[in-house]
């Protein structure tokens, strides 16, 4: 009898039962988009920290930040003869491998101090570098040691406008040394091989590199081929790719640690340390404990570097936080609050109603479990209606799969920091930044959906505590007087 | 203030035992800074089997009485026992089972849910009792019967006459099997016709035992009760 009355009071009430269905059904929808949003937007920053600091790393130890003036790395310098000359005109070449400006730089031996700490299950150094290449063409210089200014009268021919005028090029990638013996942590974990073969142990010393995909296809850079690091002729041994579909590589040119140290004249350094605990709950020991005993050091965790993810990733991952939760919750309040007076409203239409069955021997707990029911089921619709809109809003924003991109910046934090984009990095730039595209895609949980249910009962429970605690208040002398 | 006897209206009645005993019973209501007494001191003896009518002017404490006998609401002051219990000092529950058990209510305006069927409103009543599905559906099916209704037990009440509505509502009230039935102006909202088949009636269930207290301003129900007492002021007296 209990279902048979409650079904045929919300049908026969359906007007009031489609509104607060409806709205609590935006409230759910709204809830359930929001943290399918929210769990998207922490999944494409751990993707975005991923591609740069690798899977496993739970800390990441940099040197402190270089004064003004240190660090600069090795200058370009052309002797007279430098350069090749031909129908009057001076080409110049020259690669540099330089350590991040303003990056500090740790001793190499911080790795196996790290290392050896209590709760380290795995530590890995890297050198972050950045290879900028001078290219320029200029007039036969020997014409104008001969002449003079002012003594002949006549301009400098030659150069490549065949006038007398110079042209000058900067190229600049990004290189990190890594130990190729020890790639189970740090920016290689994150990695597969699409191309050729990854580095190994015997690649110590060599003049090998893998390349990152996307830059190995701008450059129409091979396996097999050669490219100038530094000033030497290194031979591409592999093509890489992130693991994750939708991001690049930390670096674009991976060479071993100690080629680049020897490259770079950065005897014995290294300008990272990758460090994976044994537990996540040992990384704030492991965290004071590397403070504690490594001198100078910046020691980040994975909340740390998270925050240093920017760009349209951060503006999505702040509207969502902000401006998602607080509409979600206004609506839910809304939505509760027309819930509430809804239920308030038909108890106090009702007061006949309850009024007689309360004289014909129905006990307060049974006319509150009846208001509270057809509430809770009120609420159950809602969140069904509810569960299906935010189901629909999450298929089709992973139907749309918006692209989001994120910058991973190490300013003064530490980092490997890679040099990306136009400028490349280190060459006159305070912050060190990787730019990543990352698509959006909103999961659905187990926990969204009980969520939905939970708020969605919740939500009726609410309602129908005001209903019943209304119906409860009623004597049914007073209820049958009232309306007599 | 003298206690009213029950005058001997019928051999049964006149031996059967007080079903209830009211005691200087007063009831005040507190109406915008006004004090309204409704009752003012009434002492009354209602024996089981009888069919008892209160009359009076609108205003004069029918209603309120009424509802002192079917255990809705207590006495200011003073005694007002139904059998065993008295309904002044019994707790909320304990008053809930009577009205469950012991008393039917019939009401001028039917007071039946209009979303559900005749034979849903009558099982309503059974709703407190602790019956199997089984028990209900047979005391459902013969109290409509009882009343004339077994063809309709599937109507909604907006599709039955004021009439057949009061007979719903008196097969609620009688599924139970109560000791009293107690009706508010139950032909106030019914033509003269339909007047003569509810108290036809009801008169019947009486003659099957039933205590009847009937509420009314019609001269031509009251006429037909054994007993008739009239409610004035807050006090009572014999017709």
Redesign the interface.
């Known amino acids: 009898m209990y279902w048979t009355y409650l079904r045929r009071e919300l049908a026969g009430r359906k007007k009031q039962t489609i509104i607060v269905a409806v709205g609590l059904a935006v409230a759910i929808a709204l809830v359930i988009v929001v943290n399918a949003l929210s769990a998207g937007v922490r999944d494409a920053q751990a993707q975005a920290l991923e591609s740069v600091y690798g899977v496993g790393t739970d800390l990441t130890v940099t040197g402190a930040a270089a004064e003004p003036g240190e660090g600069g790395g090795q200058r370009f310098e052309f002797d007279s003869e430098a350069g090749q000359t031909e129908d009057g005109t001076t080409s110049v070449s020259q690669s540099r491998l330089t350590a991040d400006f303003m990056r500090g730089t740790l001793g190499a031996s911080t790795v196996e101090s790290v290392a050896s700490l209590d709760g380290v299950a795995a530590a890995s150094g890297a050198l972050s570098l950045t290879n900028i290449t001078f290219i320029g063409e200029m007039p036969d210089r020997s014409q104008m040691q001969q002449g003079g200014p002012g003594e002949s009268g006549e301009p400098p021919s030659g150069g490549p406008d065949g006038a007398g005028g110079s042209a000058f090029d900067l190229n600049s990638f990004t290189v990190l040394g890594i130990d190729p013996d020890d790639t189970a942590v740090g920016p290689l974990s994150a990695v597969e091989v699409s191309e050729g073969r990854a580095l190994t142990a015997d690649d110590a010393g060599e003049l090998v590199a893998v390349v990152d995909a996307t830059y190995a296809t701008t450059n129409e850079i091979a396996v097999g081929d050669t490219i100038d690091v530094g000033g030497s002729d290194v031979e591409v041994v592999g093509i890489i790719t992130s693991t994750s579909s939708d991001a690049d590589t930390a670096a674009n040119v991976y060479i071993p640690l100690d080629v680049a140290q020897s490259l770079a004249g950065l005897e014995d350094v290294v300008s990272t340390v990758y460090v994976q605990a044994t537990s996540a709950d040992q990384i704030e020991a492991v965290q004071a404990e590397i403070e504690g005993s490594v001198a100078d050091v910046t020691v980040s965790s994975q909340s740390d570097l998270a925050s240093t993810v920017s760009s349209s990733l951060s503006s999505a991952s702040s509207l969502i936080t902000n401006l998602g939760t607080w509409l979600s919750i206004l609506v839910l309040a809304v939505a509760l609050a027309l819930a509430v007076l809804f239920t308030i409203s038909g108890v106090t239409r009702r007061t006949r109603e309850f009024g007689t069955l309360k004289a014909i021997g129905w006990s307060n707990g049974r006319v509150v479990g009846q208001v509270a029911g057809e509430s809770v089921i009120q609420g159950l619709i809602g969140g069904a209606i509810g569960l299906a809109i935010g189901l629909a809003g999450i298929g089709i924003i992973n139907l749309i799969s918006p692209t989001i991109s994120s910058t991973s910046s190490t300013t003064g934090q530490g980092g490997p920091g890679q040099g990306g984009g136009p400028m490349g990095g280190g060459f006159g730039g305070m912050a060190q930044q990787t730019a990543t595209d990352v698509v959006l895609h909103a999961p659905v949980t187990l926990w969204v959906v009980a969520a939905a249910v939970g708020i969605a009962i919740a939500g009726g429970l609410i309602a129908g505590a005001f209903g019943g605690w209304r119906a409860a208040r009623l004597s049914p002398a007073e209820a049958l007087r009232s309306v007599g | 203030m003298s206690m009213i006897h029950p005058a001997p209206a019928s051999v049964d009645a006149a031996a059967s035992s007080p079903i209830y005993a009211l005691q200087a019973v007063i009831r005040e209501y507190q109406q915008k800074n006004r004090k309204i007494r409704a009752l003012a001191g009434v002492d009354l003896e209602i024996r089981e089997g009888e069919f008892v009518t209160i009359q009076g002017p609108t205003g004069g404490g029918k ?1 309120t009485l009424l ?1 002192m006998l ?1 255990a ?2 207590r006495p200011t002051s003073g005694a007002v026992k139904l059998g065993d219990v008295d309904v002044a000092k019994a707790s ?2 304990k008053l ?2 009577v ?3 012991e008393v ?2 019939v ?3 039917f ?1 039946l ?4 069927t005749a034979h ?1 409103n009558v ?3 059974l ?3 602790a019956l199997t599905g089984a028990d209900r559906a047979s005391r459902v099916t013969e109290a409509l019967a009882q009343v004339g209704l077994a063809e309709r037990a599937d109507h909604l009440p907006g599709e039955l006459s004021g009439g057949q509505q009061q007979r719903v509502a008196i097969a ?2 009688i599924a ?1 099997r109560p000791r009293v039935l107690l009706a ?1 102006e139950p032909t106030g909202n019914l033509d003269e016709h339909m007047r003569d088949e509810i108290l036809e009636l009801l008169e019947g269930l009486n003659r099957d035992g039933l205590t009847l207290i009937v509420v009314t301003h019609d001269s031509a129900v009251a006429r037909r009760a054994h007993r008739r007492l009239r409610l004035e002021k807050g006090s009572v007296r014999e017709i």
């Open positions: 209603s509802q079917g809705l609401d909320n529950a809930g089972r009205r469950a058990t039917g209510f009401f001028q305006g007071n849910i209009p979303t559900l849903e099982d309503m009543g709703e407190p009792l609620r009230a139970k508010d």
